[in-house]
């Protein structure tokens, strides 16, 4: 047996020693050998005996690098020598920081977290009142909203004064959310609650955010939380799905934004709760509760744990560690006062304390900032793909998400114009409330046999908020837009002239379409030709007499057959004008496409896949790659249909494995190079199951572009990534999350692919359950991850919920990106809403001069002072532009995005207001008019029962929920079943309520309130 080497700690005792662990080539078990230690000449240990390795020793502090000589006996000789360095220990402080991580639907029945959210609070001040070394963090804003709808002002008053006091603090984000689902005004909106309604309220300035539980955050985030006044992120990820091959990275560094203006100050844990230290503390259990501490049979495996976190530490210039200590649903205990006291009886140093984020993060800016790393690039986040669990409920949310702003804008513009006497904030606020809650992370997917609490809280969580984000936002617009009597129009909502092709409605029995306008009937609507549309401007279209029932009008009908239509077919090709589209004959699919103007083809005829092939994707082990397999669908059925504005290629066919039905249509245009192409599949009875096959099953769209020697990029709600350049290697990379739109791209072009429900995409080849952190691409194809049974089966409870449709469009264009793709996409995301009813007023209203600005916000400030506009720049260039307005300007100031003043002045003159914008960067400005807009809000009705909604249960019985405007306005609700009162129930403490009847679930359900009497 030898000496290998010694290893110091950061343990320092009370009197100025070091532990020291002497390493050996073999393990020594129960023989008794010795040491002999000098320190330079100084004579530490002589012959001290041990019988296990490594060695424990403490040898005095030095304050240079000094020789260490280590001489190894047994009972009767010298056997080994050693010589080595001391070096001077810093001397370390740890703080801990404890809160409770709350999922909405995994612990407890998401109506009744609320209180138990206060209740931790509750307690945490319990402990507080008892030792005031406690602190505590309140780990989102839900959490203190919360707090404020279940205690009375009371304990409010008690909260803010352990607020002011600095024993608890808030975190920033709304609650646990993907930020790579958040849009680009809902992501700036999202830190209004934390950084405006919470200071001025509670008075605080929270400066951090926490993302628990999430193994990512998206790059867009870094310029909208700095931009909000945040400083610091502590990302606290779940290590489940974490790569197996990530790069080392630091765990504090700055963390620069895509424009490279602004940063964030970044402190990164493997798990929110620190495992080693979990081991160590809790023993085994994760449930461990009580605050009995064994000290001597803890101490050890403490300082255990310890040590392994100053090994994955490293060499850094700072001497705080931060650890973040807590999990789900744990209530406060004085536990970690017990290790701190254990800890300090024994060491001097570390030096053991409980912290709040704002405080350590403010230290290591303030005193090592200068000395940290810095990292630019998007951090994958890697439960974001759980989007893929119900595709029908996220493209609901994300179109109410798109439009939001806009319905806003319309708003707030007729109130400008005196055609509103109110602005509908009640609604919004909801609207937007409900599209956060639906991008927390949580999909109540962890226990192995699921509840009728995690069906509950899925429904609630997620397709309810869905559903109410985009009614509320629909009928905003609705009312904006205020059409009446027969006729039809078309508005554009970008605030930029265009030219560009309508899609009418196709209802049974009305055909009402614009006079003197080309059109074609397609299978799902009613197509013009291009029309010119003013900046976010409306047009009278007129219309022509409705048919008679059951008719259908000559003029609109397209050819079901090649034909007469514009593009030239013949055999198994079709010339579209702007391509030439070659059909394979064997397998009823489209083999390639020429794109006519570059002469490139832009499929890989030499993929396994064709274009917009159905992948049912399945696994033997819900982790792992092994044993996986690929079913492809085949077609049965294809046709053309062929029309004077467009060409229909419709594919129909199905998959054995999953029992799916596939329809794939493909559409070129006449006026226009987008190819769009609808996805649809439905009863994929296979995807269901149990908790075991979890992760197994999964459902593909392949798009295998031919591109050589590409690059990937990927747009963000704030940025664009370079999938070389800027994909951080600290988690798997095996699937991207764009806000809309991918491309694969070469010096000479690219093919741009554009996403309106489902952002989830595997580039290059699928990579399902690789937790790999490599950036290498096999290919430039493009795969949609369309459908996942991740959720314990939740989602899926009959083959009707196994389907979704996918609308997608594809774009090759020259050059770079930049060019072309930000505009074309904002273009399809945005197409001219078309209505029936004549409206007041047409032409332009708004104007932006400069397309790769976009317009996120028009709205009343919220302290009643002006408008405040909000705008992101697109391709990474500082731009100068202007707004045109509909009224005449006073003045206008930039803010922050949370609408506090920077000082700073922008040109206004007249209905104009000229402002600079920095790359992928915000400007926001509060432009006051020149003539007094009234600011009048709808107030949310206080007393309403409202977001009735039914699921089955068991047995044949039926859960029905409801929210209340004031939970405390009620006695008792009388719950109706087609119209019959089935049930009358007492009011409890709760904004939103459940009951549980013998009914059938298809019934309509309605809930009545008894007032209280007052």
Same mark, same amino acid.
């Given at each position: 047996?030898?000496?290998?080497?010694?290893?110091?700690?950061?343990?320092?005792?009370?009197?100025?020693?070091?532990?020291?662990?002497?390493? =050996?080539?073999?393990?020594?078990?129960?023989?008794?050998?010795?040491?002999?230690?000098?320190?330079?000449?100084?004579?530490?240990?002589?012959?001290?005996? =041990?019988?296990?390795?490594?060695?424990?020793?403490?040898?005095?502090?030095?304050?240079?690098?000094?020789?260490?000589?280590?001489?190894?006996?047994?009972?009767?000789?010298?056997?080994?020598?050693?010589?080595?360095?001391?070096?001077?220990?810093?001397?370390?402080?740890?703080?801990?920081?404890?809160?409770?991580?709350?999922?909405?639907?995994?612990?407890?029945?998401?109506?009744?977290?609320?209180?138990?959210?206060?209740?931790?609070?509750?307690?945490?001040?319990?402990?507080?009142?008892?030792? #005031?070394?406690?602190?505590?963090?309140?780990?989102?804003?839900?959490?203190?909203?919360?707090?404020?709808?279940?205690?009375?002002?009371?304990?409010?008053?008690?909260?803010?004064?352990?607020?002011?006091?600095?024993?608890?603090?808030?975190?920033?984000?709304?609650?646990?959310?993907?930020?790579?689902?958040?849009?680009?005004?809902?992501?700036?909106?999202?830190?209004?609650?934390?950084?405006?309604?919470?200071?001025?309220?509670?008075?605080?300035?929270?400066?951090?955010?926490?993302?628990?539980?999430?193994?990512?955050?998206?790059?867009?985030?870094?310029?909208?939380?700095?931009?909000?006044?945040?400083?610091?992120?502590?990302?606290?990820?779940?290590?489940?799905?974490?790569?197996?091959?990530?790069?080392?990275?630091?765990?504090?560094?700055?963390?620069?934004?895509?424009?490279?203006?602004?940063?964030?100050?970044?402190?990164?844990?493997?798990?929110?709760?620190?495992?080693?230290?979990?081991?160590?503390?809790?023993?085994?259990?994760?449930?461990?509760?009580?605050?009995?501490?064994?000290?001597?049979?803890?101490?050890?495996?403490?300082?255990?744990?310890?040590?392994?976190?100053?090994?994955?530490?490293? &060499?850094?210039?700072?001497?705080?560690?931060?650890?973040?200590?807590?999990?789900?649903?744990?209530?406060?205990?004085?536990?970690?006062?017990?290790?701190?006291?254990?800890?300090?009886?024994?060491?001097?140093?570390?030096?053991?304390?409980?912290?709040?984020?704002?405080?350590?993060?403010?230290?290591?800016?303030?005193?090592?900032?200068?000395?940290?790393?810095?990292?630019?690039?998007?951090?994958? &986040?890697?439960?974001?793909?759980?989007?893929?669990?119900?595709?029908?409920?996220?493209?609901?949310?994300?179109?109410?998400?798109?439009?939001?702003?806009?319905?806003?804008?319309?708003?707030?513009?007729?109130?400008?114009?005196?055609?509103?006497?109110?602005?509908?904030?009640?609604?919004?606020?909801?609207?937007?409330?409900?599209?956060?809650?639906?991008?927390?992370?949580?999909?109540?997917?962890?226990?192995?046999?699921?509840?009728?609490?995690?069906?509950?809280?899925?429904?609630?969580?997620?397709?309810?908020?869905?559903?109410?984000?985009?009614?509320?936002?629909?009928?905003?617009?609705?009312?904006?837009?205020?059409?009446?009597?027969?006729?039809?129009?078309?508005?554009?909502?970008?605030?930029?002239?265009?030219?560009?092709?309508?899609?009418?409605?196709?209802?049974?029995?009305?055909?009402?379409?614009?006079?003197?306008?080309?059109?074609?009937?397609?299978?799902?609507?009613?197509?013009?030709?291009?029309?010119?549309?003013?900046?976010?401007?409306?047009?009278?279209?007129?219309?022509?007499?409705?048919?008679?029932?059951?008719?259908?009008?000559?003029?609109?009908?397209?050819?079901?057959?090649?034909?007469?239509?514009?593009?030239?077919?013949?055999? #198994?090709?079709?010339?579209?004008?702007?391509?030439?589209?070659?059909?394979?004959?064997?397998?009823?699919?489209?083999?390639?496409?020429?794109?006519?103007?570059?002469?490139?083809?832009?499929?890989?005829?030499?993929?396994?896949?064709?274009?917009?092939?159905?992948?049912?994707?399945?696994?033997?082990?819900?982790?792992?790659?092994?044993?996986?397999?690929?079913?492809?669908?085949?077609?049965?059925?294809?046709?053309?249909?062929?029309?004077?504005?467009?060409?229909?290629?419709?594919?129909?066919?199905?998959?054995?494995?999953?029992?799916?039905?596939?329809?794939? !249509?493909?559409?070129?245009?006449?006026?226009?190079?987008?190819?769009?192409?609808?996805?649809?599949?439905?009863?994929?009875?296979?995807?269901?199951?149990?908790?075991?096959?979890? @992760?197994?099953?999964?459902?593909?769209?392949?798009?295998?572009?031919?591109?050589?020697?590409?690059?990937?990029?990927?747009?963000?709600?704030? #940025?664009?990534?370079?999938?070389?350049?800027?994909?951080?290697?600290?988690?798997?990379? &095996?699937?991207?999350?764009?806000?809309?739109?991918?491309?694969?791209?070469?010096?000479?072009?690219?093919?741009?692919?554009?996403?309106?429900?489902?952002?989830?995409?595997?580039?290059?080849?699928?990579?399902?359950?690789?937790?790999?952190?490599?950036?290498?691409?096999?290919?430039?194809?493009?795969?949609?991850?369309?459908?996942?049974?991740?959720?314990?089966?939740?989602?899926?409870?009959?083959?009707?919920?196994?389907?979704?449709?996918?609308?997608?469009?594809?774009?090759?264009?020259?050059?770079?990106?930049?060019?072309?793709?930000?505009?074309?996409?904002?273009?399809?995301? @945005?197409?001219?809403?078309?209505?029936?009813?004549?409206?007041?007023?047409?032409?332009?209203?708004?104007?932006?001069?400069?397309?790769?600005?976009?317009?996120?916000?028009?709205?009343?400030?919220?302290? #009643?002072?002006?408008?405040?506009?909000?705008?992101?720049?697109?391709?990474?260039?500082?731009?100068?532009?202007?707004?045109?307005?509909?009224?005449?300007?006073?003045?206008?100031?930039? !803010?922050?995005?949370?609408?506090?003043?920077?000082? +700073?002045?922008?040109?206004?003159?007249?209905?104009?207001?000229?402002? &600079?914008?920095?790359?992928?960067? @915000?400007?926001?400005?509060?432009?006051?008019?020149?003539?007094?807009?009234?600011?009048? @809000?709808?107030?949310?009705?206080?007393?309403?029962?409202?977001?009735?909604?039914?699921?089955?249960?068991?047995?044949?019985?039926?859960?029905?929920?409801?929210?209340?405007?004031?939970?405390?306005?009620?006695?008792?609700?009388?719950?109706?079943?087609?119209?019959?009162?089935?049930?009358?129930?007492?009011?409890?403490?709760?904004?939103?309520?459940?009951? +549980?009847?013998?009914?059938?679930?298809?019934?309509?359900?309605?809930?009545?309130?008894r007032r209280r009497e007052r």
């Amino acid at each position: 047996m030898r000496i290998q080497g010694i290893r110091q700690t950061a343990f320092i005792d009370y009197q100025d020693r070091n532990k020291v662990w002497v390493l =050996f080539s073999e393990d020594i078990v129960m023989t008794p050998s010795y040491l002999t230690v000098y320190v330079g000449d100084r004579l530490v240990y002589e012959r001290k005996k =041990f019988i296990a390795s490594p060695c424990e020793l403490l040898l005095p502090l030095v304050e240079t690098t000094t020789d260490c000589t280590l001489e190894l006996y047994d009972d009767l000789e010298r056997t080994d020598a050693y010589r080595c360095k001391l070096e001077p220990v810093k001397q370390w402080k740890i703080a801990l920081m404890t809160s409770s991580h709350e999922d909405l639907g995994y612990c407890e029945y998401v109506n009744r977290l609320e209180e138990g959210c206060a209740g931790f609070l509750d307690e945490a001040m319990d402990i507080m009142d008892r030792d #005031g070394r406690y602190k505590y963090v309140i780990e989102h804003y839900w959490w203190l909203r919360a707090y404020e709808n279940c205690r009375d002002e009371e304990r409010q008053a008690r909260l803010r004064r352990y607020m002011d006091s600095g024993h608890i603090a808030l975190a920033t984000p709304h609650s646990g959310v993907h930020t790579h689902w958040q849009g680009y005004e809902e992501l700036p909106r999202s830190l209004y609650y934390a950084r405006r309604y919470a200071r001025e309220k509670w008075g605080i300035d929270p400066k951090t955010a926490i993302h628990a539980d999430l193994s990512g955050v998206s790059w867009s985030a870094v310029s909208a939380y700095r931009n909000a006044g945040i400083r610091y992120l502590l990302s606290l990820p779940n290590d489940f799905r974490d790569s197996k091959d990530a790069e080392e990275a630091p765990q504090c560094f700055w963390w620069r934004a895509p424009g490279g203006k602004d940063r964030l100050l970044v402190w990164t844990q493997r798990h929110y709760m620190q495992d080693d230290l979990r081991q160590a503390i809790h023993d085994t259990s994760w449930y461990y509760e009580s605050d009995e501490f064994r000290a001597e049979a803890k101490q050890d495996n403490i300082e255990k744990a310890i040590d392994k976190l100053f090994d994955r530490l490293g &060499d850094v210039p700072y001497d705080l560690l931060p650890v973040s200590y807590y999990y789900d649903r744990r209530k406060p205990t004085t536990v970690l006062l017990l290790v701190i006291d254990s800890m300090r009886a024994k060491w001097k140093h570390p030096v053991f304390e409980m912290g709040l984020p704002d405080e350590f993060m403010g230290y290591l800016e303030e005193r090592f900032g200068d000395q940290l790393p810095e990292l630019a690039g998007d951090l994958t &986040d890697q439960w974001a793909d759980f989007a893929t669990i119900a595709p029908r409920w996220l493209a609901k949310k994300r179109e109410g998400e798109a439009l939001f702003g806009m319905a806003e804008a319309l708003s707030s513009l007729n109130l400008a114009a005196g055609r509103a006497d109110m602005f509908p904030k009640a609604t919004l606020d909801e609207a937007l409330w409900s599209m956060l809650e639906f991008d927390e992370h949580c999909w109540a997917t962890s226990i192995k046999d699921p509840f009728v609490m995690h069906k509950y809280n899925l429904k609630l969580v997620k397709e309810q908020t869905a559903i109410r984000a985009k009614r509320n936002v629909d009928d905003v617009i609705r009312r904006a837009l205020l059409p009446s009597g027969d006729g039809c129009y078309a508005w554009n909502p970008l605030p930029y002239p265009r030219t560009e092709a309508i899609r009418l409605p196709l209802e049974e029995g009305d055909a009402s379409v614009p006079i003197g306008v080309g059109r074609q009937r397609l299978p799902n609507g009613i197509l013009t030709e291009p029309i010119p549309l003013p900046a976010f401007g409306i047009v009278a279209l007129g219309s022509e007499p409705k048919a008679m029932a059951g008719e259908r009008p000559k003029a609109v009908a397209s050819k079901s057959e090649a034909g007469e239509g514009f593009a030239r077919v013949e055999g #198994g090709a079709i010339d579209t004008g702007h391509y030439i589209v070659w059909l394979d004959t064997d397998s009823g699919k489209i083999r390639n496409i020429l794109d006519k103007a570059s002469g490139h083809e832009l499929l890989d005829e030499h993929s396994r896949y064709r274009l917009g092939d159905f992948i049912y994707y399945t696994c033997e082990e819900k982790a792992s790659r092994s044993g996986t397999h690929e079913d492809v669908h085949k077609v049965f059925k294809i046709s053309i249909r062929n029309g004077p504005l467009a060409v229909s290629i419709v594919m129909e066919g199905g998959e054995e494995q999953s029992g799916a039905t596939v329809k794939n !249509t493909v559409t070129f245009y006449k006026h226009d190079r987008t190819i769009d192409v609808e996805l649809i599949f439905e009863g994929a009875a296979a995807l269901m199951g149990d908790f075991y096959d979890r @992760y197994k099953k999964n459902v593909f769209y392949a798009f295998p572009f031919r591109v050589p020697g590409f690059r990937f990029f990927t747009e963000l709600a704030g #940025g664009v990534v370079d999938e070389e350049r800027d994909r951080l290697a600290l988690h798997t990379n &095996d699937f991207v999350i764009p806000q809309n739109w991918v491309s694969a791209e070469n010096e000479a072009g690219g093919i741009a692919l554009f996403t309106r429900e489902m952002p989830v995409f595997h580039l290059g080849a699928i990579h399902l359950n690789r937790f790999s952190s490599t950036k290498a691409k096999p290919s430039s194809s493009i795969f949609l991850h369309a459908m996942s049974n991740r959720c314990n089966n939740l989602s899926l409870h009959s083959p009707e919920d196994c389907g979704g449709e996918f609308r997608l469009s594809i774009l090759p264009y020259a050059g770079s990106w930049r060019a072309s793709v930000p505009e074309w996409s904002l273009g399809r995301l @945005y197409p001219p809403v078309a209505g029936r009813g004549a409206v007041a007023e047409t032409g332009s209203v708004l104007a932006l001069d400069r397309r790769n600005v976009r317009l996120l916000a028009l709205k009343p400030a919220e302290d #009643g002072d002006g408008f405040i506009v909000r705008f992101m720049e697109l391709t990474g260039e500082r731009t100068s532009a202007s707004l045109t307005l509909p009224f005449g300007v006073a003045d206008a100031v930039y !803010t922050n995005v949370v609408e506090e003043n920077t000082g +700073e002045a922008a040109l206004a003159e007249g209905r104009i207001v000229a402002f &600079d914008i920095e790359p992928y960067s @915000y400007a926001t400005l509060r432009i006051r008019p020149l003539e007094r807009v009234p600011f009048r @809000y709808e107030e949310k009705e206080r007393a309403a029962v409202r977001n009735v909604f039914a699921m089955p249960t068991v047995a044949g019985r039926t859960m029905v929920s409801w929210e209340k405007g004031d939970h405390r306005a009620f006695d008792s609700f009388e719950i109706r079943v087609n119209g019959e009162r089935a049930a009358v129930v007492g009011n409890e403490a709760l904004t939103v309520q459940w009951a +549980e009847l013998d009914a059938d679930p298809n019934g309509e359900f309605s809930v009545e309130g008894r007032r209280r009497e007052r």
